[in-house]
């Protein structure tokens, strides 16, 4: 997707380096950083200059290949994969990626290790990028058939940001909407601000006004009276780690989204690839639900009137609080889960019948 009308991968390498795009410095400047040890890609994962399950798998796929550059060492890179894998524990993908490339990697010789370490993590990318186009082009079809029903601007509520920037390219709830607008479809997108860090407001909205797609950015608790306003059309939202139950995790606020739409009879899609699956887990009270550093919720940073960015604290001083990251929203109040391979039921029965488990 582009930036400034330039077309850019979230992560690749180049010139020995790992290099991404700084997450954390969007809205306002656009700085791409070099990642050239395995620490830098666990302080990437954990600070969120990278975020987003498919592009933190990305990371650490990369992460391996720099602690093998870094040395070449079985202690060392097991380790490693340790430190990659607690960086941030609730997306799936992350252990996900970590796993298959020490899977794929157990048996090879150690001159060759570094040239199929980086092999494997571009086929992770690349899959990705596939997964995520297929995943826009079945969306579509839900996308094709509100505006055929309702020959008028296609009103899509998202939350949080699984857009390309949460990815390696097109995104998972966004893909859709960027095959839609491709396509001629009008669409508009409610963009939840989604505190405390801002996810929405700095990433999603910033990646659609680059692309050329109407958008407006709303307060998180704004989407239930839009929803009885008959203001939106459709939610589509990704996901973080979605159990072959149905039932989803994401970003703190899913829930509540999930809920109004419900009582107004708002379609609620999930968007993923199939490597954002958990296949192991039955139940959703044994996901570990990351808890960050409260000074997230009580401090905000912006520019101000003379360009320079800024921290400030918005709570008074003595005040506690608590950051949690994600919650779940039950398979029941998921309208159906876009996939690379088709929108099935958000039920055991559906996820096996699609992925032929």
Same mark, same amino acid.
């Given at each position: 997707?582009? +930036?400034?009308?330039?077309?850019?991968?979230?992560?690749?390498?180049?010139?020995?380096?790992?290099?991404? !795009?700084?997450?954390?410095?969007?809205?306002?400047?656009?700085?791409?950083?070099? #990642?050239?040890?395995?620490?830098?890609? @666990?302080?990437?994962?954990?600070?969120?200059?990278?975020?987003?399950?498919?592009? +933190?798998?990305?990371?650490?796929?990369?992460? +391996?290949?720099?602690?093998?550059?870094?040395?070449?060492? #079985?202690?060392?890179?097991?380790?490693?994969?340790?430190?990659? @894998?607690?960086?941030?524990?609730?997306?799936?993908?992350?252990? /996900?990626?970590?796993?298959?490339?020490?899977?794929?990697?157990? $048996?090879?010789?150690?001159?060759? #290790? #570094?040239?199929?370490?980086?092999?494997?993590?571009?086929?992770?990318?690349?899959?990705?990028?596939?997964?995520?186009?297929?995943?826009?082009?079945?969306?579509?079809? *839900? *996308?094709?058939? !509100?505006? =055929?029903?309702?020959?008028?601007?296609?009103?899509?509520?998202?939350?949080?940001?699984?857009?390309?920037?949460?990815?390696?390219? /097109?995104?998972?709830?966004?893909?859709?909407?960027?095959?839609?607008?491709?396509?001629?479809?009008?669409?508009?997108? /409610?963009?939840?601000?989604?505190?405390?860090?801002?996810?929405?407001?700095?990433?999603?909205?910033?990646?659609?006004?680059?692309? %050329?797609?109407?958008?407006? !950015?709303?307060?998180?608790?704004?989407?239930?009276?839009?929803?009885?306003? %008959?203001? @939106?059309?459709?939610?589509?939202?990704?996901?973080d780690r979605t159990l072959s139950t149905g039932d989803v995790c994401n970003k703190i606020g899913t829930y509540l989204k999930a809920l109004a739409a419900h009582d107004?009879?708002?379609?609620?899609?999930?968007?993923?690839?199939?490597?954002?699956?958990? /296949?192991?887990?039955?139940?959703?009270?044994? !996901?570990?639900?990351?808890?960050?550093?409260?000074?997230?919720?009580?401090?905000?940073?912006? &520019?101000?009137?003379?360009?320079?960015? =800024?921290?400030?604290? +918005?709570?008074?001083?003595?005040?506690?609080?608590?950051?949690?990251? $994600?919650?779940?929203?039950?398979?029941?109040?998921?309208?159906?889960?876009?996939?690379?391979?088709? @929108?099935?039921?958000?039920?055991?029965?559906?996820? &096996?019948?699609?992925?032929?488990?």
């Amino acid at each position: 997707m582009r +930036i400034q009308g330039k077309e850019y991968r979230t992560i690749w390498y180049e010139d020995d380096v790992v290099k991404i !795009i700084d997450q954390t410095k969007l809205p306002h400047n656009f700085i791409i950083k070099d #990642l050239e040890t395995v620490d830098h890609a @666990v302080n990437a994962i954990k600070s969120m200059e990278v975020r987003g399950a498919p592009l +933190i798998g990305a990371t650490a796929a990369f992460g +391996i290949a720099l602690a093998i550059k870094e040395n070449n060492d #079985l202690k060392f890179i097991k380790k490693s994969s340790e430190k990659l @894998v607690n960086a941030r524990p609730t997306a799936i993908n992350l252990q /996900w990626a970590v796993h298959r490339m020490n899977n794929k990697l157990s $048996f090879i010789k150690s001159e060759e #290790l #570094l040239d199929i370490a980086l092999k494997e993590a571009e086929e992770i990318c690349n899959e990705d990028i596939n997964f995520c186009e297929n995943i826009g082009l079945e969306g579509l079809k *839900i *996308i094709e058939k !509100i505006y =055929k029903q309702k020959k008028d601007t296609v009103n899509i509520l998202t939350h949080c940001n699984a857009g390309w920037l949460a990815t390696i390219n /097109w995104g998972t709830a966004t893909s859709p909407i960027y095959h839609a607008h491709k396509n001629g479809i009008p669409v508009h997108v /409610w963009v939840d601000e989604t505190r405390p860090r801002n996810q929405g407001a700095n990433l999603t909205s910033f990646e659609l006004n680059e692309e %050329g797609i109407p958008n407006t !950015i709303i307060t998180d608790n704004t989407g239930g009276i839009l929803m009885q306003r %008959g203001e @939106v059309d459709m939610c589509i939202v990704g996901t973080d780690r979605t159990l072959s139950t149905g039932d989803v995790c994401n970003k703190i606020g899913t829930y509540l989204k999930a809920l109004a739409a419900h009582d107004n009879n708002v379609p609620f899609y999930v968007a993923l690839p199939s490597s954002t699956i958990d /296949w192991e887990t039955k139940d959703y009270k044994k !996901i570990p639900i990351e808890e960050r550093n409260s000074d997230e919720l009580s401090h905000i940073e912006g &520019k101000d009137d003379k360009n320079n960015i =800024k921290k400030v604290l +918005i709570y008074p001083e003595k005040s506690k609080s608590m950051n949690l990251a $994600f919650d779940i929203t039950p398979a029941k109040y998921v309208t159906g889960l876009i996939t690379e391979k088709g @929108v099935c039921e958000a039920s055991t029965n559906g996820l &096996k019948q699609m992925f032929n488990r």
